[in-house]
């Protein structure tokens, strides 16, 4: 006969009373740190594999803990304990009118190596699958949607550039954890309520018959003990949580919030850069690049502070955007040119801010309106989620916003299509008659392979050229082509990236392939080619369990007509005003190419120092000289017009004969052909 707990006892006595009442099962077992040493207060959560319902409870103070009134079906029981590494049991089957047993030994932290977490079951369980290799272990199971905690309805996270798709389950498990006294509770009423014992059942221990409850099964081989141990269940329901993309450029490498709540998890991040132009420009004034800006001086860069909120089905992002950023990011969008009202001062504190529901279909359906940040360039916004600092140019010049509504639509877990209809291309406002239209599709077929196709078109994207169209395609692909977990202090992962752009404007004197001959207003035809062609590729290598990385990379583009070119701010210059001393148009010309070589100390996941050295070239000159980029005296606030050499505005936009002939001549500034850049950057993100 086999000895149990008297509350083990009770609650398969509870379980076969509610059985046999309902088309229910339970779970009930022991959580113990060793054969006999019962582990009281451990947080159980237990979630269907359907995505049907999440539940959780505390183990009694014997270790017993139970979830009756359980739907039939496949789960998981998820054990938490101050002192010990978590466990995810595998696989348990849930029958009506039976009960499974699944007693959990788990390890003290500190004997994790040593101590295999073991558990057994009264029901045979589902083989788990076995997880992707990964170089960190990734958080397991991961709650399909919908699944419901104290009554509410959580969706499923999108799998996004900027949120691991890991902070859902830390999210549900904080829920759970916040509402276990509760749900313990409401379980015990609903067992009795179903055909509990009389209280005087309770008057003296029990004992259940071997049959009724048989013990573990046969013992297994130490080797396969700890194999099974090490072998968590794999979510196969939410969109790319059943590996770990951290590794992918642009994403986040964390695998820890500390700022997740039940409504919100916070994010913070603070970036701050120096960095060593070889130009060494006079005014410390650097252009061409939407991540560095001034050299020789620490500069803040961006500050972040918001997060997601979540109730229900309902969904919402905002961070806010202090540093630089908040200044240099605004500047290189036109559109508030467009009409009345301060635009640019409404949103220039705003990196993202949406609010959206989410849809139980499929794999998910969220459908979001706001201002989100662009994929178009594989790199993300945020430099801490990148592989290098200073990105090349189909990053860096192409879309950092979009402003308007964003669906998510899953139908696997393993695809994203995503449109867009957006105001247009980076733009707070509308430039002329037209939104604009586009949308990515994003497919990770193996764990170690993401493909992403993002797509724009239909916009008329400048302003007072209403009928000028506007197409572009950018197109990436990611490798993990190894991976060894047990490499030591070697190497342990390496990846690559490529990423190419073909893009045109066309229509109003321009065409995409170029015309036959100039253009002709009355016939629409001719006119100079106006297009954007770039690439770019990266190889990272992590060792030392990915303490240390280190990245090289670089692309070139081509941009006849510079219509996506960044505007220099020579003289405040920007979007909007244009500079005279590198405007674009068509027929203007602009090739250039870069490189970076880029090393990663990452002591934790939280923080990243990184060193890096760049060079970029240009066909024309374009990167602020040694007499740098600001007039005499200072900007002075015509940054449209030429500068004459004692700082005043020349009134002109045209360079005249004559023109500062009273104030000294016209004044230039000091542009070259090439820059290089030694950089140094610490970026923490929460």
Same mark, same amino acid.
């Given at each position: ?105 788990? %390890?003290?932290?500190?004997? /994790?190596? =040593? &101590?295999?977490? #073991?558990? *057994?079951?009264? !029901? @045979? +369980?589902? %083989?788990?699958?076995?997880? /992707?290799? =990964? &170089?960190?272990? #990734?958080? *397991?199971?991961? !709650? @399909? +949607? ?541």
């Amino acid at each position: 006969m086999t000895k149990l707990p008297f509350s083990l006892a009770t609650a398969l006595l509870f379980a076969a009373g509610a059985m046999n009442a309902q088309s229910y099962g339970t779970i009930v077992g022991l959580v113990r740190d060793s054969a006999t040493i019962p582990i009281a207060g451990a947080t159980m959560i237990a979630a269907k594999a359907d995505g049907g319902a999440i539940r959780s409870t505390i183990s009694a103070s014997d270790g017993v803990y139970s979830f009756p009134d359980l739907a039939p079906g496949a789960y998981t029981v998820k054990a938490k304990a101050a002192g010990h590494l978590d466990f995810t049991a595998p696989s348990l089957q849930v029958i009506a009118g039976d009960a499974t047993r699944a007693d959990i030994t788990m %390890p003290p932290a500190s004997k /994790a190596d =040593s &101590a295999p977490t #073991t558990i *057994s079951s009264l !029901t @045979p +369980a589902t %083989p788990a699958t076995p997880p /992707a290799t =990964s &170089a960190r272990p #990734t958080l *397991s199971p991961v !709650t @399909p +949607a919908p699944v419901v905690i104290a009554g509410n309805t959580v969706p499923a996270p999108s799998a996004g550039t900027n949120v691991a798709t890991g902070n859902f389950w830390r999210r549900l498990v904080k829920a759970a954890e916040k509402s276990s006294a509760a749900q313990d509770q409401k379980e015990r009423a609903t067992t009795a309520s179903v055909g509990a014992p009389p209280a005087s059942a309770f008057d003296k221990p029990l004992a259940l018959p071997a049959a009724a409850i048989p013990g573990p099964g046969p013992a297994q081989a130490p080797q396969e003990a700890a194999a099974a141990a090490a072998t968590p269940p794999v979510d196969l329901l939410t969109p790319f949580a059943d590996s770990d993309w951290s590794w992918l450029n642009g994403n986040s490498r964390q695998h820890d919030s500390p700022l997740d709540s039940k409504y919100l998890s916070g994010e913070f991040r603070a970036d701050t850069f120096f960095g060593l132009d070889f130009n060494q420009p006079k005014d410390h004034s650097m252009g061409g690049s939407s991540e560095v800006f001034r050299s020789g001086e620490f500069q803040l860069e961006d500050l972040s502070l918001g997060g997601d909120f979540h109730a229900g089905n309902m969904r919402g992002r905002v961070l806010m955007l202090f540093g630089m950023f908040s200044a240099t990011t605004v500047r290189n969008d036109s559109s508030p040119a467009v009409g009345q009202w301060d635009v640019r001062s409404a949103y220039k504190y705003v990196s993202e801010a949406y609010g959206g529901y989410h849809f139980n279909v499929q794999h998910g359906l969220n459908v979001d309106a706001g201002i989100f940040v662009s994929y178009v360039g594989l790199f993300g916004y945020h430099n801490f989620d990148n592989w290098a600092y200073q990105p090349s140019y189909v990053s860096s010049n192409t879309p950092w916003f979009f402003n308007g509504l964003r669906i998510q639509y899953f139908p696997t877990q393993h695809l994203k299509i995503e449109p867009w209809i957006i105001n247009g291309w980076q733009s707070y406002n509308k430039f002329n008659g037209h939104l604009g239209y586009g949308g990515q599709i994003k497919w990770t077929p193996k764990p170690w392979l993401d493909i992403i196709g993002n797509q724009y078109a239909v916009g008329n994207d400048n302003i007072g050229l209403p009928h000028r169209g506007r197409y572009h395609t950018d197109d990436s692909i990611e490798v993990k082509y190894y991976d060894h977990q047990k490499a030591g202090n070697g190497v342990d992962k390496m990846a690559f990236t490529f990423t190419g752009d073909l893009g045109c404007e066309t229509g109003q004197g321009v065409t995409c392939h170029g015309g036959q001959g100039p253009y002709d207003p009355i016939t629409g035809k001719g006119g100079p080619k106006q297009s954007f062609v770039g690439w770019m590729a990266y190889n990272r290598w992590w060792w030392h369990k990915d303490v240390y990385a280190f990245t090289l990379g670089g692309g070139q583009m081509n941009n006849p007509g510079r219509y996506l070119t960044l505007v220099l701010p020579v003289n405040g210059a920007d979007a909007i005003s244009g500079t005279p001393y590198f405007p674009s148009g068509p027929g203007l010309p602009l090739k250039a190419y870069d490189g970076t070589a880029t090393l990663d100390w990452m002591p934790s996941q939280f923080v990243t120092f990184r060193t890096e050295f760049g060079y970029r070239h240009t066909n024309v000159p374009y990167w602020s000289g040694r007499g740098g980029i600001t007039p005499p005296g200072g900007n002075n606030g015509a940054p449209a017009q030429y500068a004459c050499n004692d700082g005043s505005a020349s009134g002109s936009t045209t360079l005249v004969p004559g023109l500062c002939s009273a104030n000294g001549g016209v004044w230039f500034p000091d542009l070259r052909k090439g820059q290089a850049l030694l950089s140094f950057s610490i970026m923490v993100k929460l």
